[in-house]
């Protein structure tokens, strides 16, 4: 038991939804009632919290969620978050029900708001990476990557029995707006023989050499994984450039929201349990500003501003690794 002033947490997911979101709602949950603390579940993130639309939670209500991608709770974009005098009044609101902390599930966005409450209120909150876009400062890791990865990669596989058969090239959009990881990891796991990735400049005369090359040694398919980027129709972009450009067919497939659902991986599931009970007990332990963080192969948190960024050092390796190994 708890010798915490903490009695109250509320926990939120908040931003685009990531499989492996209930395994850590189940972890907090349980962690948390363990604790001897009240547990309130706040339904459709910050527009929830607003709406003063919580839920308390017990072990039962968190039975049977582990291996169901979603979230229980809902989640929801919240643009008046961004006005301090709506933050203060959700700060109110969390007051009025006798909420001592907070834990926000989400992405960089959702880290910005969960910030800014801190700072300007003092509530304590540890944050949780739920994304699949694996793109949040100082973790290596973020819940729901692995899952959107093999989805993607599965779908990829199939997409290459086509172009096998058929001696055709595909271009595969895969989610990223501005997050290279999806591209980079499923371009690697696929054997892609060209990876686009969001705000590079488009190399459609190297793509082309490319596909050619493999043609002349025999090859009877290429895939160009092409990340979503900012700015929608890249993929078929590339398309009409390697058609009016270099006379080459290829076709597009766009996985979209397939990569966002489905039932968590294992790692998906152990890294948000391992979070969800790092962020009760840190919270327990007098923090108040942290995120959890998957670095080394260890749970462990670490200041919640320096984890606001967008990771940008992106391993440009795995290009080189791609490129190396398509050849
Ligand atoms: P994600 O958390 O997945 O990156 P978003 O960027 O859409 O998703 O952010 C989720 C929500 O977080 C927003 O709808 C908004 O409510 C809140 N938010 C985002 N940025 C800020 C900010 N700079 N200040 C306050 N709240 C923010």
């Known amino acids: 038991m708890t010798k915490s002033k903490i009695k109250t947490i509320g926990v939120l997911c ?24 009240n547990v309130y579940g706040i339904m459709k993130g910050y527009s929830g919290l607003l709406e003063g ?34 933050r203060k009044e959700a700060f109110h609101i969390l007051k009025r029900k006798s909420i001592d902390a907070l834990i926000v599930i989400g992405g960089n966005g959702s880290y910005a708001g969960a ?12 944050g949780l990476p739920g994304t699949i876009d694996n793109d949040i400062n100082g973790t290596d890791y973020t819940i729901g990557f692995d899952t959107a990865v093999q989805t993607a990669v599965e779908a990829v596989d199939k997409i290459r029995d086509t172009a096998h058969s058929h001696a055709r090239t595909f271009i595969v959009e895969v989610m990223g707006r ?30 082309a050499t490319d596909i050619k090359r493999g043609i002349k040694r025999g090859k009877s398919s290429s895939i160009i994984i092409c990340a979503e980027g900012e700015v ?33 991986s294992a790692i998906d599931r152990f890294v948000a349990s391992r979070m969800g009970y790092v962020a009760v007990k840190s919270l327990l332990r007098g923090k108040t ?39």
């Not at 260890?298 to 050849?327: C, H, M, N, W």
């Open 14 to 37: 908040s931003g685009g939804d990531s499989p492996g979101m209930n395994c850590a709602i189940r972890s907090i949950v349980r962690t948390g009632i363990g604790e001897g603390l």
């Open 53 to 86: 639309n919580f839920i308390e939670m017990n072990a039962s209500s968190v039975g049977n969620i582990i291996q169901h991608g979603g979230t229980i709770l809902q989640t929801s974009r919240c643009p008046e978050f961004h006005d301090p005098e709506i």
């Open 115 to 126: 910030y800014d409450l801190h700072q300007e209120h003092g509530i304590p909150i540890v």
């Open 178 to 207: 501005k997050s290279p990881a999806i591209a980079l990891h499923v371009g690697v796991c696929t054997g892609a023989e060209n990876i686009v990735l969001p705000s590079e400049d488009l190399q459609t005369n190297q793509i």
């Open 232 to 264: 929608p129709g890249l993929s078929y972009r590339i398309q009409e450039e390697l058609k009016t450009e270099h006379q080459i067919d290829a076709h597009v497939c766009i996985l979209g929201h397939i990569q966002r659902g489905g039932n968590p």
């Open 289 to 327: 500003d942290k995120a959890c963080a998957y670095v080394k192969g260890e749970v462990v948190t670490v200041p919640l501003k320096e984890s606001l960024g967008k990771k940008d050092k992106y391993l440009p390796q795995f290009i080189d690794l791609a490129r190396a190994l398509s050849i």
